[in-house]
């Protein structure tokens, strides 16, 4: 951060081999329009990596605001080692396993671990990971910078939904094999130019490419799991745990919001200012429709609103637009945000009441369901709307989603035979948070509800 | 997302009559420089939006950290639906009402819903919302999204004013009014080029516009409402209602801090970076100088400084220098920062303990007070100082001050006729969650003070 | 924020004196290519110092997080002053001490206050302060903006190792010293061109400059402080005083990760992607190395996986590539993140088992310990790597040290020795949020485990 050290890191990257080409600003002559649209490119891409790191943020208040305290610690945990987790085996596999045509064949899948091993004295290989010769228009640090962050964001979905009876060793291993097989394998088929993109089918940042496939592993996970002690009645009665810290919820959703702005409108892979700016509008426009209508929906059924409604709602209408940005006028984001905000709110009361799988934050609901149609309004809004369309978006639908469900289904057996999938009734009574890490998340505080568990609570933590 | 999409984007951009010169990087030729500034201005004022979005953030968590943990959930519905219903207005009427004369009369108030209308098929109009062609160097989009984000933050800043009192819907009708009539008008007459604009009147990113309206629609509302049950009592006794997460409340002011960087370096409408790394710097220095001052004030009149004091002080400094961020020199900002700081301790004091108004968290003193001051300062210190110049500033917060009370009188009263204003007693008693929403923010900590409430508030709840 | 005013400023700009070359946008000839890069390197440098400010909040919140609830209040006050001490302080002093010969001599010590004090009426030197003539590629503005950021960490790092029982009235004299003098000194040798700077000395963005002289601070001040009461039994057990939050302890890891991302990448002081693009992925592949290896490691030693270790894992990663982002191949980075993940682990029990030196926050073991291996990592890893490399940084190392030692010792000494340096022992049990600040961080719930001090604490309110 020294003042002069510029010319000293020229002089370095000369003595690298990178030359002048590579960082034409450091050199007498003027920068080319062509290396500051790159430089402008990489900034915006840079920047929404960023945004969609701080989603990570955002997920783990969500799901830790929307479950129970004494299971608190173990979402935080479990959503600290998913980014750690992520980016590093991205690096490992998933980058190459997704983008395999990428680099002139300089990574690939059997050169594994690729990524990480330039040999620092190989000055090409550094220079051609540096330089705006990279293929895209930004640096190859900068690609994988944005799509390790997005990566994660698949496996978190998923611990929302097994909140609270899931083991903690059997999670951080499926969603290891989770982020670094099956989302970059289904993300190939589209994004890395496989037989998808050669069909036709569109997904411009990730409705079913993300969201969906965290939501199907959301789905076979918890429905593999059962529902948590005391959610179901044997009467057939179902009851509300309620979410123990509501502005840690808010806080997740208003700060996924905005890291939404850069999974969206970094998704443009460019600077280009037309389409970013149009993104971020389609997205805010989508996000507020889909809030105030489940909002509505929730004052005109439940006679009261219900702000976990409202906040899902939200939600609802961001993984709505997210296949389509780029392609909506501003007032089919409305609608496509309102149809979602209507969808989610069905969706969480008929998977809670009529499927009875346990889904502590709706996350089958919100990225599941409205991935799927988020997916379909493709077909049938924007500039790509038609039948064939339809057709196509439907085909991605469908692949993707049984590779995914099957993935899981293999890795859950897999899981559940070997380590076992669901923590004792004794843990889960007294909590995970004391069960799997030995402490409490706020233990100056006093708990309601559970006294007898908070006195056996404490003779485990005497004990560990 | 896929890599290679940017070719494909450009033939259907070709295919909508976008051409080449909408997009010049996708095409063969270099980009001219007044095209990269273009991109430059459009990044930069889109980053200064998703900052300001984070705002509404900050104004949530302020909000629900300063008042009882009985009324953390409405304010935090409140100030979701105020975002969702501030963009989806300002889109359909605010836009065209505050800036009535850009885009060539392509969008006008009669042409409601203008803005979400354009017909896609119409290759000439969405060119034109998306070309460099615009007329202030960046496009609508760009435009739409800092200028929708920038308006729902006066409606947010009643909320805090009238929190744990106001009937849900009640204050939705009126917020909604409120962000889509009254705020865009008064922002025509300077943002818009009207009269105000015209006669000289400065007010450089809205202490005037944005901040005092707020405050006005807070000052109106609160007194309409009437204190909370307890605050003062029959033998005129002034009582403290703590707040009850100060962490919360914390979090609430870094993050508005945060976001004033998009507020008053984005309200620079371009990437000018003399100007805003200008503002940037005079913006923190208020901050930091309101901060320190209101917190040695309060250490010095009430022997312990006081959290909430110090953390306005810093809010109050932000707002004093809004007016003026660009116009300051360092010394200049330190001073509007540290009158500022003194002016927000001993407002609040008055407004509570003289007025008698309750306003919960402050925003009468921080954001009317301060950001009259702030107004007022354009005329005292920086470029424009001069006798005219603080007269045309006073002309300017009497005209916006005398139309937002009066517009807040109106519809207060309106809708206090027709749907009442307030709660009813036992509903307040008893919290705004349980009585709006049927659901508590922290089920699972038990509240201290209310034992009888809390079963209270249970028969409520197992009656909803 | 009105649409015209760009020309209105250009001709307030022209009449300045700022003329054409300033602000080459305004004018109607094309903008150069150096111009934009200008412009793009203040555009980067400024958003790296919105995210380094966020890291602040990232303290407040991980420190009140960490540490018990009665003394949330007073960590949140000491976080909040320090930003706006540390600002005011660095116009006034820090930025010119730190970098003496910048600006060809218009400021100096001796010149105190320099920065704040430039004559709006000198056309030139307002000019200089704004032109693309400043040397270094962007605005006095936004250097001073991303440099008073960084000042105001080091005095934070301080702070989490004293909670709960330092004097608020000395810490603050101690910050204001330790960010306004100590920190730039020590600064200047190395990043001002001082003599650390002429040997080779290398410390990319601060792993010895910021988190090791922070650490000394904390080693120094925790030491002369004692543990706070009840943590070392008289038979010398070592008890666990329990984190009282750990959302808001997650909350900050998880902003300070987001901070880096302007730390590091700000810290190439301008746009250059190649550069930055790389920094970006090496801090975040140590960040994960080291949250996940501290985790593994905790998880086999402890039986039962740590959060605390685990975030504090993260940061260790964090601070160990600070000195060395620009110049680690991928690999390299996640090795650096492995070793500090390890480091901090051992180190935490270290300094409070043997060393007995209460840290509540593990604030020495963080940013002392993982500063000092991230400096040496520069002559081990890297393009630097060599034998005389490591010899410069442990010169730099122990240089740096011995004299920020020397100063807490001092100042420490001579603050305890005029106002005393500890709270009283009652003042302690009640917590320093009722002894300090005469208010609870969270009023409304119920706190467990000191039923008789919360009477205690009502009688000082209420005396209060």
Excluded at 45 to 53: D, E, K, T, Y
Excluded at 194 to 212: C, E, M, P
Excluded at 325 to 344: K, T
Excluded at 391 to 413: H, K, M, P
Aim: with cysteine; aromatic share 12%.
């Amino acid at each position: 951060m020294k003042h002069v050290s510029m010319l000293k890191r020229a002089l370095l990257l000369l003595a690298l081999g990178l030359g002048v080409g590579a960082t034409p600003v450091l050199a007498q002559e003027a920068p080319t329009p062509e290396y500051i649209m790159w430089t402008l490119n990489n900034l915006w891409i840079m920047l929404s990596g960023a945004l969609v790191f701080i989603m990570h943020l955002g997920f783990a208040t969500l799901e830790s605001g929307l479950t129970q305290s004494k299971n608190t610690v173990n979402i935080l945990f479990k959503n600290a080692m998913i980014i750690c987790i992520g980016v590093l085996t991205y690096a490992l596999i998933g980058f190459n396993l997704m983008y395999p045509g990428d680099f002139n064949g300089f990574l690939s899948f059997a050169a594994v671990p690729g990524f990480i091993s330039i040999d620092p004295s190989d000055a090409e290989a550094v220079a051609a990971s540096l330089t705006p010769a990279y293929n895209e228009g930004y640096t190859w640090y900068t690609d994988f910078f944005f799509q390790a962050m997005f990566a994660a964001t698949a496996a978190t979905i998923v611990s929302g939904a097994v909140a609270g009876r899931i083991k903690l060793s059997s999670f951080l291993v499926f969603a290891t094999l989770f982020v670094s097989l099956s989302y970059p394998i289904t993300g190939a088929w589209k994004w890395g130019g496989g037989w998808l993109d050669g069909l036709g089918f569109y997904d411009f940042a990730g409705s079913t490419l993300v969201h969906s496939v965290g939501g199907w592993g959301a789905l076979v996970l918890a429905a593999m799991l059962g529902p948590r002690l005391g959610k179901y009645g044997k009467d057939g009665s179902v009851n509300v745990i309620p979410a123990s810290n509501l502005p840690l919820a808010a806080i997740g959703v208003f700060l996924l919001w905005f890291g939404w702005f850069g999974f969206n409108g970094g998704s443009v892979l460019s600077a280009d200012a037309a389409t970013v700016s149009l993104v971020l509008v389609t997205t805010s426009m989508a996000a507020a429709a889909g809030g105030l209508t489940t909002g509505i929906v929730s004052w005109l059924r439940d006679t009261k609103p219900d702000l976990s409604m409202a906040l899902n709602g939200i939600l609802a209408g961001l993984v709505g637009i997210t296949a389509g940005a780029d392609q909506m006028m501003v007032w089919e984001a409305v609608v496509i945000g309102m149809v979602a905000g209507v969808l989610v709110y069905f969706s969480v009361i008929f998977v809670d009441q009529k499927l009875k799988i346990d889904d502590p934050v709706g996350a089958i609901s919100v990225h599941l369901v409205c991935g799927i149609w988020g997916t379909l309004a493709v077909g049938i809004f924007g500039q790509l709307a038609g039948l064939p369309q339809l057709g196509y978006q439907l085909v991605g639908i469908l692949a993707i989603g049984a590779f995914t469900v099957i993935f899981c289904l293999l890795v859950g057996f897999l899981v559940k035979a070997t380590m076992g999938l669901r923590v004792d009734a004794h843990e889960e009574t007294i909590g995970l948070d004391v069960g799997e890490h030995g402490m409490h998340a706020y233990p100056d505080f006093l708990i309601s509800g559970n006294g007898v568990l908070e006195s056996e609570s404490e003779k485990v933590l005497a004990g560990a």
